[in-house]
């Protein structure tokens, strides 16, 4: 089934560790977006990334960084997880360009002790 | 600074009845709106969206309404039945030159329909 997968559905991580949120896609679209969500504060976007090759940063990207080096691959990696960052991550797609909608993953809960 | 609101954290609706969920924007440069929505432990699915050219879209029972100049849209789900208990995002993105549209989201109002 076409869509976007994420890796892994949940973890518990120690703080100061490192970790990465894996997410790939099968549709062939261009732009991959992180958001996380946090109880009553809705999906927040963290990074982007419009093609293969680039990315840019989102609404709370302190603490996250990603690579696109393909186009369906969208790592989001924790450097050293901090107990603020336990929140659910959602990794989506869509075509790219305009009036497009995204596509979403299943999501991971990430907890951090 | 919040570009997207829905100042609703929760409704709660009987069936059959008539569900409308609100959003209000503040930045100009929104020209596409969208709804999604969420079963816990799922990712959002996309819903039903509309460009600022219109003020309104259908799609079955659901349907949106836009009004630019009070930059407010609302999502009309008639008659709402017990699997629309969800939560829903209204989202909101800007063209951008060169670049993918960016979706800016809401916190969500979660609709619980009685039966």
């Known amino acids: 089934i076409a869509g976007i997968t994420q890796a892994p559905t949940s973890q518990i991580l120690a703080a100061g560790r490192r970790m990465t949120l894996r997410c790939t896609q099968d549709m062939r679209h261009n732009a991959m977006y992180w958001y996380r969500q946090d109880l009553g504060l809705g999906l927040r976007l963290i990074h982007y990334s419009n093609t293969a090759g680039t990315t840019g940063k989102g609404e709370v990207p302190d603490g996250y960084s990603v690579s696109r080096a393909n186009t369906d691959d969208f790592p989001l990696t924790l450097a050293s997880a901090v107990p603020s960052q336990t929140s659910v991550y959602f990794c989506?797609?869509?075509?790219?360009?305009?009036?497009?909608?995204?596509?979403f993953g299943q999501g991971t809960r990430l907890t951090v002790v | 600074d919040q570009q997207v609101k829905q100042n609703s954290p929760s409704l709660s609706v009987q069936e059959g009845r008539i569900s409308i969920l609100n959003c209000d924007y503040t930045n100009s440069m929104f020209d596409y709106f969208l709804w999604y929505k969420k079963y816990p432990a799922e990712g959002p699915t996309f819903l039903i969206s509309i460009s600022s050219i219109k003020d309104k879209n259908e799609d079955g029972r659901f349907t949106v309404f836009l009004n630019k100049s009070a930059k407010h849209l609302s999502l009309h789900i008639v008659p709402s039945q017990p699997g629309d208990s969800a939560v829903y995002f209204c989202?909101?993105?800007?063209?951008?030159?060169?670049?993918?549209?960016?979706?800016?989201f809401g916190k969500g109002t979660k609709l619980t329909v009685n039966p």
């Open positions: 989202a909101a993105s800007a063209a951008t030159q060169g670049g993918s549209e960016k979706l800016v």
């Open positions: 989506a797609s869509s075509p790219g360009g305009q009036n497009t909608e995204a596509f």
